[in-house]
C-alpha cells in the first residue's frame, strides 16, 4: 500500500473512532485514558519528529537551493516571482473569503444569547492568548529578522531568523571560487541526504501518528459548538475549497502551465499531513519530498521556495482571518465600510504572512487585525471552540498554495525544466 493510502486510513479510522467515542461514550474515563496515553503521546512523538528535522532542512535545503540557483541577479528574479506569487495568492484568498462572508452573512444569526454563552465559555483560553503575545507590527519587527547568533536562532525556533543566516549564507557560498566551496557544499548536501531519511523514518510512524492526533481531536471536540458555529464554519470550509478547486487550480494550470488534476493527486501525501498535524512547519520535510518526487520541481527551486513558504506563504489561514474579522464584525453589529474591508484585506495578508507554521499560529496576530478595524478582539473566544478544526483545513490550503508556489516557480526557470518534463509532459499549448 502507498504511503498516503495509509495515511488516509489512518485519518478516516481515527475520526470515525474519535467521533464514535465522543458520540457513544461523551467524557467516558476510558476515551479520556486511551487519548492521553496512547492516542495523544503516538501523534505527539510523529509530530516532534518532523519538527526535529525542520531547522537542518530548512538550513540545508536554503542553502543548496540559493547556491544551486547560482548567480545572485537570477536568485534576486527568483525570489521576486516567488514573493510576489505569495502575496497575489494570499490577497485572492482573502478577497473571496470577504466575497462570500459578505454574501451568506454568518454573523448576524448569531443570537446575543449565544453570543454571550460563548465568549463566557472560552474567555480565559482568549485572555492567555492576548497575555501570550499580540506581537506589534513596527519597525523592529523587520530588523529582527536578521538574528545576531544564528545558533540562538535555530535553539528557539525563530524559523525568520534562521531563513535569513540559511539565504545569506547560501548567496556567499554561491560567490566563492567552486573548487573552495566544493567541499563545503557536499557536506551540506549530505546532510539534506541525512535529513530526507530522517523524514523517512518519521513518515513510516505517520499513519499511526496521524490517527492518534485526530482521534484526539475528534473525541474531545464539541460537536455541538457546530450547531452555533456551523454557518461560518461553513463559509470558511467552502472559501477554503473554492480557493484550491478554482483560484489555486487556475493558477497552476495558467502559471505553473500543469494540470490541476495530476497536481492535486500527487500532491496528497502534503495535503494529509498538513491537515492531521495543523502545522505548515511540521509539513515542510513532507512538501520538500513530494515537491521533489512526485511534482518534479528541482531540488533548489524546492529547497528555495517551500522553506520560504512554510513561513510566509498562507492563503488559507489569510482566508480564514477575512471570515473571522467580518464574521464577528458582524456577530458584534460593527459595520465595516469598504474601505475598511480593504484594509482587512491589506491587515490579513501580512499577518499571514507574520504567523508561525504551527498549530493556531495566527490566532494572537488575528486578534492584532480585529483591534486594528474595532471589533473587540477578546470576541475570539466565540470561534475557538471551532478553532482547531479549521486550523486543519486552513493549513492543508497553505501548504498546497506552498506546492502551487513551487510549480510556478519551477516552470519559469527553464534550466530547471528538464526535471520536471521527466515526471510530466506539459500541458498541449
Ligand atoms: N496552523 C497554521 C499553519 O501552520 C497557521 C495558522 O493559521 O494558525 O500553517
Not at 406 to 419: F, I
Request: hydrophobic share 55%.
Amino acid at each position: 500500500m502507498k504511503l498516503h493510502s495509509k495515511i488516509l486510513l489512518g485519518l478516516a479510522t481515527g475520526a470515525v473512532a474519535g467521533v464514535a467515542a465522543n458520540a457513544l461514550a461523551p467524557g467516558a474515563q476510558w476515551v479520556r485514558l486511551v487519548a492521553d496515553y496512547v492516542a495523544g503521546p503516538v501523534g505527539q512523538v510523529f509530530l516532534r519528529l518532523l519538527l526535529m528535522t525542520v531547522i537542518p532542512l530548512v538550513f540545508a535545503s536554503l542553502t543548496l537551493g540559493v547556491a544551486g540557483i547560482g548567480d545572485l541577479r537570477r536568485l534576486g528574479r527568483v525570489g521576486g516571482r516567488t514573493l510576489a506569487y505569495f502575496v497575489l495568492s494570499s490577497v485572492l484568498a482573502t478577497v473571496l473569503g470577504l466575497a462570500l462572508v459578505n454574501a451568506v452573512q454568518p454573523g448576524a444569526g448569531i443570537g446575543s444569547a449565544t453570543r454571550e454563552a460563548l465568549l463566557e465559555g472560552y474567555r480565559a483560553q482568549a485572555e492567555g492568548m492576548r497575555v501570550g503575545g499580540t506581537r506589534g507590527l513596527g519597525i523592529d519587527t523587520f530588523v529582527h529578522i536578521v538574528p545576531i547568533n544564528p545558533l540562538r536562532a535555530a535553539v528557539e525556533m525563530d524559523l525568520l531568523g534562521v531563513i535569513c543566516f540559511s539565504l545569506l549564507f547560501g548567496a556567499a557560498l554561491a560567490l566563492l571560487p567552486e573548487e573552495r566551496a566544493r567541499p563545503l557544499v557536499r557536506g551540506i548536501e549530505a546532510l539534506a541526504d541525512v535529513v530526507l531519511k530522517l523524514i523517512d523514518f518519521a513518515m513510516r510512524l505517520a499513519p499511526y501518528g496521524v490517527f492518534g492526533l485526530v482521534f484526539v481531536l475528534t473525541s474531545r471536540f464539541g460537536w455541538h459548538l457546530l450547531e452555533q458555529l456551523g454557518v461560518y464554519v461553513g463559509v470558511v470550509v467552502a472559501g477554503l475549497l473554492l480557493h484550491g478547486l478554482v483560484t489555486l487550480s487556475l493558477l497552476v494550470r495558467f502559471l505553473g502551465g500543469r494540470d490541476p488534476l495530476w497536481f492535486w493527486r500527487r500532491a496528497r501525501a502534503s495535503l494529509l499531513t498538513a491537515f492531521s498535524t495543523s502545522s505548515s512547519n511540521a509539513t515542510l520535510p513532507t512538501n520538500i519530498a513530494v515537491a521533489e518526487r512526485e511534482l518534479g520541481v528541482p531540488p533548489p527551486v524546492a529547497g528555495f521556495v517551500l522553506p520560504l513558504g512554510a513561513t510566509l506563504n498562507m492563503n488559507g489561514t489569510a482566508l480564514y482571518e477575512g471570515v473571522t474579522v467580518l464574521f464577528l464584525a458582524q456577530a458584534f453589529g460593527v459595520d465595516l465600510s469598504l474601505a475598511q474591508q480593504v484594509v482587512v484585506v491589506a491587515l490579513s495578508v501580512v499577518t499571514a504572512i507574520g504567523a508561525a507554521g504551527v498549530p493556531g499560529g495566527s490566532l494572537p496576530l488575528l486578534m492584532g487585525v480585529l483591534a486594528a478595524v474595532g471589533v473587540p478582539p477578546e470576541g475570539i473566544a466565540i470561534i475557538l471552540g471551532v478553532d482547531r478544526l479549521l486550523d486543519m483545513c486552513r493549513t492543508t490550503l497553505n501548504v498546497a498554495g506552498d506546492l502551487s508556489a513551487a510549480v510556478y516557480v519551477a516552470r519559469t526557470e527553464s534550466a530547471a525544466l528538464a526535471t520536471v518534463e521527466q515526471v510530466a509532459p506539459p500541458l498541449a499549448a
